[in-house]
């Protein structure tokens, strides 16, 4: 036989057709037999008989007809109550006649092949009335016939382990499916727990015992058929389950209004969990924002520039590390404080609002304080780096200095007080004299140092320099010496001239010599001095004029080796003299304490010194270049990466103001907008390194740019925050577009409505600007209205409205309660004809957590009907949308 078909729905897949070769299988032809004949006197029996040979009792048609009658419900032609062929060949096609007026189109099933008892035929007739009337009008979750009472079975059985129903042979073998659909809805009447997979005899006969004593389905199947076949025959199984659907469909009905009620209480418990992780995501933010910036606002010095140093390299680290997830969860929270407002005005709830200062513009508040306190910040440390620097450069300039006065000093004090002149002969007067004159001289030419090493000291306690004291008490030392020394000097020169009458003559050699090689020794001195001087620049242009000056200096030496060779020529004259005339010297110059060696001695040191400022010059001149590459190396990277960010901001701020197409071509277009942006974070980082480069290498400015790194990651984090709102407000509109039933064409004269209002092209109207695009849409109201309104679209107080909000509130004028009524509708379904619903009744058809978040919020049922356990449903209404809603 052929499979057959219906004129609207092929309720049969095709591998469901009649097969004849299937009941070449004696195994699968007896369970048809039995299921089919259980099944068929089943419904004869309301009309008070039955059948005991499938094949033989259907013949003369008349119980045919009559089997008909009862699963239809309707009345068939009279049928012919003679005993002739032909009478019974009529009945059989009224029988058939009647299948077919049903939408069955029956394919090689003719009256001829029942009335002859043609067993193949005749179970083919049965299973196509089992299909039209048993099963084609089961339909599950927008499935029907053989697919919805199979995704049936595999809903009802999901729960229980060690059953997988997925056809309707092999997977029933062990009888556990069967136990399973009665323990779904009446556990009382299975122990499931003590079945065990192992023993499908005892399963199967449990299930077909209790299905036909208590569930009035009579034994479609053996257990010992079962178990021995290969694969039951899948016909006679869907025939025998198919009566557990039927009988258990009103218990559906009451699944199905559960069902709504836990998605109602779904939706509600999701939004009181987005608030509590709301709290704790602003409370932490702002806990760390309270302990960070007291660290930022610190502003206590450090006294070594390797402390200075750790503090920015800790500062860099706060913006490298830390800083950065801060950032993302504050944008993060005010996605999730949109989405959280956005489902509970489409849940038609009241707005959420947060803990005292935890509001988004407390949070934004706090946000601009740690900035600030940031910016301020990093002007410090660097100000303070380059004055750490500048101390330690004249620390170490005032200890060279004092050294050298030292140690010229040196025995000064003593020299000045020795009285040698009352006792010594008139030369050796004179040349007290002479050698007196000549350290005046040398005094003299020590002034410039001294005053230099007081405006030294000067400066470094303007600059607040930390070892301040011991400075301090150096110079005071240095200046009361001097003073002494000034004091001294003019003391022994009056005492001097006191005995010069009495003095003739003194030595204009050695004289000559003192007050020549005195300058001298000062000049290789302070080249010496200026030599060994450490030197500080910032460009190549001061290192080039550092550069310069030395090469000045190296111009001026052979006339200092002419002068040098002068000196050393009247040393030498002196020499002649005492050997020509026997002089009786003691063997020193009695005007200075320069010899010929100390000036051999310094000029080769000043030689010496030479070479080595060459060297440093030079490597300080490279150092500077690689600085100057640097900073064209950062510059060449802002000046794109500047410019981009504000292009982007832009053509994001001109895609979220513009109505070009529909909300998920806005969407999807912000969203390649996000992806290009996000792929241009190497770029950032990049950046971000040679500004690290810039940094070590104490480089303060760049006049090649006029981007900083501050400009740039301000503009960075502007945007990825501008991107994800932007997104965000697209999403939820989408939403409120979605569950208010908003057409596009509505969407897109709320939006030319509200770009024509929002005079500044910022994305918000004023109170003003919203009060007059209200009136533009008909609505005639007063200063009160207006202020409801305005409660409703701006709950937080910020004189704006939002695009979203505008949208929101339009479509909440016309705002559908169906969810009340439904969820209301459920709870009358599962009371039933009773004004009270038990406690009992809740447990049993709701999952235990939403069970008991409804009893909680029903009252206790008082009327004269009342029983103990009773629960006034109609209070949860109250409880879940308030009194205005239902």
Not at 308 to 323: G, I, P, V
Not at 693 to 699: D, G, P, T
Not at 847 to 854: F, I, L, M, R, T
Request: some cysteine.
């Amino acid at each position: 036989m052929d499979h057959y078909d219906a004129d609207e729905n092929n309720y049969m897949a095709p591998e469901d057709d009649w097969d004849r070769d299937l009941l070449l299988d004696p195994a699968w032809e007896k369970q048809q037999r039995k299921t089919f004949t259980a099944w068929c006197n089943s419904h004869l029996r309301k009309a008070g008989t039955q059948i005991e040979n499938i094949e033989e009792d259907f013949r003369d048609g008349l119980k045919l007809m009559l089997l008909l009658e009862v699963i239809s419900g309707e009345r068939l032609a009279k049928p012919e109550r003679g005993k002739m062929r032909v009478h019974k060949i009529s009945n059989v096609n009224k029988a058939l006649d009647f299948i077919a007026s049903k939408g069955v189109k029956l394919v090689s099933i003719g009256a001829e092949e029942i009335v002859d008892g043609n067993a193949k035929m005749t179970l083919g007739m049965i299973w196509t009335i089992i299909l039209r009337f048993a099963i084609q009008d089961i339909s599950v979750e927008e499935t029907s016939a053989k697919e919805g009472l199979l995704l049936w079975c595999q809903r009802k059985t999901a729960p229980y382990k060690n059953v997988n129903i997925q056809n309707f042979h092999i997977s029933w073998k062990d009888g556990l499916g069967f136990c399973a659909l009665i323990h779904r809805h009446r556990p009382e009447l299975i122990d499931y727990g003590k079945l065990r997979k192992d023993d499908p005899m005892t399963n199967l006969n449990t299930a077909f015992d209790v299905a036909e004593k208590y569930l009035d389905i009579p034994k479609m199947l053996d257990a010992e058929d079962i178990i021995s076949t290969l694969r039951p025959d899948e016909k006679a199984v869907m025939t025998y389950v198919s009566c557990y659907y039927h009988a258990f469909s009103g218990k559906q009905k009451a699944e199905t209004a559960a069902n709504r009620i836990c998605k109602v209480l779904a939706v509600n418990q999701e939004n009181e969990q987005l608030m509590e992780d709301y709290e704790k995501l602003a409370s932490d933010l702002l806990e760390w924002i309270r302990r960070t910036i007291p660290w930022l606002e610190n502003r206590a010095p450090e006294n070594t520039m390797q402390a200075m140093q750790q503090k920015l390299e800790d500062f860099r680290d706060y913006r490298r590390l830390h800083k950065p997830p801060k950032v993302q969860e504050k944008c993060q929270l005010e996605i999730n404080f949109n989405t959280l407002q956005t489902k509970l005005r489409l849940s038609n709830r009241p707005a959420f609002m947060p803990s005292e200062g935890k509001m988004v513009s407390d949070i934004a508040n706090a946000w601009g304080s740690l900035e600030g306190a940031e910016k301020g910040y990093e002007e410090w440390l660097l100000n303070e780096i380059r004055r750490l620097e500048r101390l330690d450069h004249l620390a170490e300039k005032f200890r060279q200095k004092a050294a050298i006065h030292e140690a010229w000093t040196d025995g000064k004090e003593e020299m000045l007080q020795h009285r040698d002149y009352e006792t010594a002969t008139l030369s050796e007067i004179k040349a007290l004299l002479k050698k007196h004159e000549a350290f005046e001289s040398d005094l003299a030419a020590h002034q410039d140092r001294v005053e230099q090493i007081a405006a030294i000291a000067q400066e470094l306690n303007e600059l607040d320099y930390y070892d301040s004291p011991s400075v301090n008490a150096r110079c005071q030392r240095i200046c009361d010496q001097w003073d002494a020394l000034g004091a001294l000097t003019q003391k022994r020169s009056e005492a001097l001239q006191r005995t010069e009458k009495l003095l003739e003559t003194i030595d204009q050699l050695y004289l000559e010599f003192a007050k020549r090689a005195a300058p001298f020794n000062n000049w290789m001195e302070g080249a010496m001095e200026d030599l060994q001087d450490t030197f500080i620049v910032h460009t190549i242009e001061e290192i080039q004029g550092l550069s310069t000056a030395h090469e000045q200096f190296k111009a001026t030496l052979p006339e200092a080796d002419k002068e040098r060779q002068a000196i050393l020529g009247i040393h030498n004259e002196i020499a002649k003299i005492v050997q020509t005339y026997h002089v009786n010297m003691a063997g020193t110059n009695p005007y200075t304490t320069i010899n010929p060696q100390e000036i051999n001695t310094k000029w080769d040191k000043v030689r010496q010194l030479v070479p080595q400022r060459d060297q440093a010059l030079i490597e300080e001149h490279a150092r500077q270049q690689n600085n100057e590459r640097l900073r064209r190396q950062f510059a060449n990277q802002a000046n794109v990466i500047g410019p981009w960010i504000q292009t982007k901001m832009e053509e994001i701020g001109r895609i979220s103001i513009e109505m070009h197409g529909t909300l998920e071509d806005q969407l999807n277009h912000l969203r390649q907008y996000e992806k290009s942006i996000v792929n241009y974070k190497p770029k950032i980082d990049q950046l971000e390194g040679d500004h690290q480069l810039i940094q070590e290498a104490l480089i303060f400015d760049n006049k090649h740019t006029n981007y900083t790194m501050e400009h740039i990651r301000v503009g960075w984090e502007q945007l990825l925050t501008t991107i994800a709102r932007t997104i965000n407000e697209i999403e939820n509109q989408i939403l409120t577009r979605d569950a208010k039933g908003i057409s596009q064409e509505q969407l897109s004269e709320f939006r030319a409505s509200f770009n024509h209002f929002d005079r500044k092209k910022t994305g918000f109207m004023d109170m003003d600007d919203f009060k007059k695009c209200l009136i533009s849409l008909g609505y005639n109201m007063g200063e009160a209205e207006f202020a409801r309104i305005m409660s409703i679209v701006d709950p937080n107080r910020l004189g704006v409205v939002t695009f979203q909000a505008f949208i929101d509130f339009m479509s909440r004028e016309t705002a559908d309660t169906d969810t009340a009524d439904q969820v209301m509708a459920s709870f009358k379904v599962l009371a039933g004809d009773k004004n009270y619903i038990l406690a009992d009744e809740l447990r049993r058809e709701l999952p235990p957590d939403q069970a008991e978040y409804c009893i909680a919020r029903m009252a206790p049922y008082t009327g004269p009907d009342a029983v103990p356990g009773a629960l006034d449903y109609m209070s949860f209404s109250t409880a879940l949308y308030g009194e205005s809603d239902l």
